[in-house]
């Protein structure tokens, strides 16, 4: 039986044991003070080459920001933060550091600067009155007259070191590098046409030093699309094995309709670049990315504020949150490092390496269902997560340097979106054997290289995959006797999942890929 298929069959029994180590869903609110300032949360990143029909030269980067945003979010809705940086870093050397960052600066204002006014009083004696709305509508793609509140950002392109680099101005066809951010999805009366509103400010730009090709860009508001039974997980691993109409059955089917983050929104900045201009060489076509948010050192709150400057902020940029590889933060580093590891850069991940050679949870998945015969890997140090999280897959995405980032190999061709598999490039491996780790073979019916752990797709299923690997999948059954089937018949797997799944097929199958998000009113 491929690994692919011991994947299927293990998923959610891992993802129940996880439950009192974690603290939610991929890298929504993973970290304690990054609570505070959910603005500035980075929650996922995708990194793939683009699937899109005519962009195989191309990869996408998409970088998610502010969690579990509902849809009815007003009257604010889920600006971004004006007095701070967000990034997309590239290292494509091999040496942990960034080598090409991509820095979006927002900016938010009202309309007309002192936003929408209406004449209240009867006639004669009228006042100028402001709105208290974000928009008073209807808005579409050539109309916002109604938009009271109006976002832009800045985008730069900085080579080399991202504070001292070589900065370059990103700049629209007519000259300007102010580019506008759409409005969330108030709902169908504001804005009748979201999706063709929102294709509005998808933009084709030029990139400073790259000639390959255009690039696009697109920031704004997304339906999220991570998958995860969150509400079950949480409430004492309630995962009924004969199913209710309550609780999801862990051994159906693997979509059950249990994904506790299909309603919410999260916003999106997108950017697809000609991979020529994102690789160091033809010969060099493995990248590394991560996304960061960072504000100022220094905030004082301004007792007399307004609506451009609540606070007075200051001093040197203090990096806040990060995102590479999937679950790091959840799953791997402990709770007193969390807000360090938002705060340290990959090329000084090596301080927080014992976490990943010496993981807590295995040995937690031991203690809470020890009683059933689970058992922690005994490979230390677990060479095996080293590679998936720490230096990528040796002949596949392994670039030389040893930090926790997302890797790509950019020459391995996209899988399109029909044929991809939520399980990805871990279908590329033989089945281990009681004495021998699994090894890698591209041959396998079941290998889906451009998928996790080689870079990341939307469709692609990185719980499963992840907490598989945490428990030994690909490493022999003498060290790892509960890395395979945890519960099995003369058949095989029980098909254990969390009813959370998901696949290519649920989203657009070109930029920005995520989907239109769902609207604050029916």
């Known amino acids: 039986m491929r690994l692919r298929n011991r994947i299927t069959g293990g998923a959610t029994a891992l993802v129940t044991m996880l439950a009192p180590a974690t603290v939610g869903a991929s890298s929504h609110r993973e970290a304690p003070y990054i609570t505070e300032r959910p603005k500035v949360d980075a929650t996922d990143l995708y990194l793939f080459n683009s699937y899109e029909t005519g962009r195989d030269q191309y990869v996408t980067l998409l970088a998610n920001f502010q969690p579990l945003q509902d849809p009815y979010g007003g009257p604010n809705y889920f600006t971004m ?54 928009a008073i509508g209807p808005i579409s793609a050539g ?115 249990a994904n506790d983050l299909e309603h919410k929104n999260v916003t999106t900045i997108a950017v697809e670049v000609p991979k020529a201009c994102l690789t160091k060489d033809a010969s060099t076509p493995i990248i590394g990315a991560w996304i960061t948010a960072s504000v100022r050192q220094a905030e004082v709150v301004d007792p007399t504020p307004s609506f451009e400057k609540p606070a007075r902020v200051g001093g040197p940029w203090v990096q806040v949150s990060r995102l590479g590889m999937p679950l790091v933060n959840e799953i791997i580093i402990g709770l007193k490092d969390k807000n360090l590891f938002n705060a340290a850069e990959p090329k000084d991940d090596a301080k927080l390496a014992d976490y990943v050679t010496h993981p807590t949870l295995p040995e937690v998945v031991e203690i809470a269902f020890g009683g059933a015969g689970v058992r922690a890997p005994n490979n230390f140090p677990r060479t095996d997560l080293v590679a998936a999280f720490l230096t990528g897959v040796p002949d596949v995405n392994a670039n030389g340097s040893t930090a926790e980032m997302q890797r790509l190999n950019t020459a391995i061709p996209a899988t399109t979106c029909t044929a991809q598999s939520p399980y990805g490039a871990s279908g590329c491996f033989d089945d281990p054997t009681a004495t021998e780790n699994a090894k890698l073979d591209t041959t396998n019916e079941d290998c889906d290289p451009a998928g996790f752990p080689n870079g990341r797709r939307p469709g692609d299923d990185v719980v499963d995959i992840e907490l598989r690997v945490a428990m030994g999948a690909l490493v022999n059954r003498t060290d790892a006797p509960s890395g395979g089937c945890l519960h099995a018949d003369s058949t095989g797997c029980l098909p254990y999942v969390d009813g959370a799944g998901t696949n290519a097929m649920k989203f657009r199958t070109s930029f920005p890929y995520l989907n239109t998000p769902i609207p604050g009113a029916p």
Do not use: W
């Open 143 to 257: 109309n916002d007259a109604g938009q009271n509140v109006i976002e832009t950002y800045k985008l730069k392109v900085v080579r080399g070191d991202r504070r001292t680099g070589q900065v370059s101005a990103v700049k629209h066809h007519n000259g300007s590098d102010v580019f506008r951010k759409p409005l969330d999805n108030i709902g169908p009366k504001t804005i009748p046409n979201y999706p063709a509103y929102a294709a509005k400010f998808m933009y084709d730009v030029e990139l400073p030093g790259c000639t390959a090709g255009m690039a696009r860009v697109f920031v704004g508001q997304r339906k999220e699309g991570f998958s995860v039974n969150v509400g079950q997980i949480f409430d004492t691993l309630n995962l009924e094995p004969a199913g209710t109409d309550r609780v999801a059955n862990v051994l159906g089917a693997q979509e059950q309709g």
């Open 81 to 134: 933060d004006p007095d701070a940086l967000y990034e997309i870093h590239v290292d494509n050397n091999g040496d942990a550091i960034e080598d090409i960052t991509f820095r979006f600066d927002f900016d938010m204002n009202l309309a007309g600067g002192s936003g929408i006014a209406l004449d209240v009083g009867p006639s004669g004696a009228t006042k100028s009155i402001a709105v208290p709305f974000t």
